[in-house]
């Protein structure tokens, strides 16, 4: 078995994606061209948007959508970087929301959250 990817429900794909790019860099490797789906360059494993009307065509059971102005739910993404302060000064000029600023933690790494425009928890972090 192989982890492939993480797919995050979202309102509005095409904005996501932009979000995404102005705040973290990441460019867009795969989009279906119908704002339904798309994947970031993310490396080996693939982190992928894809629309709340397409994700509920999978699923006979409801889910429970991410809610920017709700409390996060209980997981995050990790993306390591160079430097913490300017990551993190660069995802929330982009509109990042800012949950917890950049601190060094008892093991001397450098680590930051922020909430995405879907309301998703992001960690930043030193390796």
Same mark, same amino acid.
């Given at each position: 078995?192989?982890? *492939?990817?993480?797919?995050?429900?979202? $309102?509005?794909?095409?904005?996501? %994606?932009? +979000?995404?790019?102005?705040?973290?860099?990441? !460019?867009?490797?795969?989009?279906?061209? *119908?704002?339904?789906?798309?994947?970031? $360059?993310?490396?080996?494993?693939? %982190?992928? +948007?894809?629309?709340?009307?397409f994700?509920? !065509?999978?699923?006979?059971?409801?889910?429970?959508?991410?809610?920017?102005?709700?409390?996060?739910?209980?997981?995050?993404?990790? +993306?390591y970087?160079?430097?913490?302060?300017?990551?993190?000064?660069?995802?929330?000029?982009?509109?990042?929301?800012?949950?917890?600023p950049?601190?060094?933690?008892?093991?001397?790494?450098?680590l930051?959250?922020?909430?995405?425009?879907?309301?998703?928890?992001?960690?930043?972090?030193?390796?």
């Amino acid at each position: 078995m192989e982890f *492939s990817k993480t797919v995050i429900y979202v $309102d509005d794909v095409e904005e996501t %994606l932009d +979000f995404y790019y102005q705040a973290f860099g990441l !460019s867009t490797i795969k989009d279906d061209g *119908s704002g339904q789906y798309a994947e970031l $360059d993310t490396g080996q494993v693939k %982190l992928a +948007f894809s629309a709340h009307p397409f994700a509920q !065509s999978h699923f006979k059971q409801s889910y429970i959508r991410t809610q920017p102005k709700q409390p996060a739910l209980g997981f995050e993404i990790r +993306f390591y970087c160079d430097n913490v302060i300017e990551a993190y000064d660069k995802a929330v000029a982009a509109g990042a929301e800012p949950f917890c600023p950049p601190a060094e933690k008892s093991n001397g790494q450098t680590l930051a959250y922020v909430r995405s425009i879907e309301g998703t928890l992001i960690a930043l972090s030193s390796r």
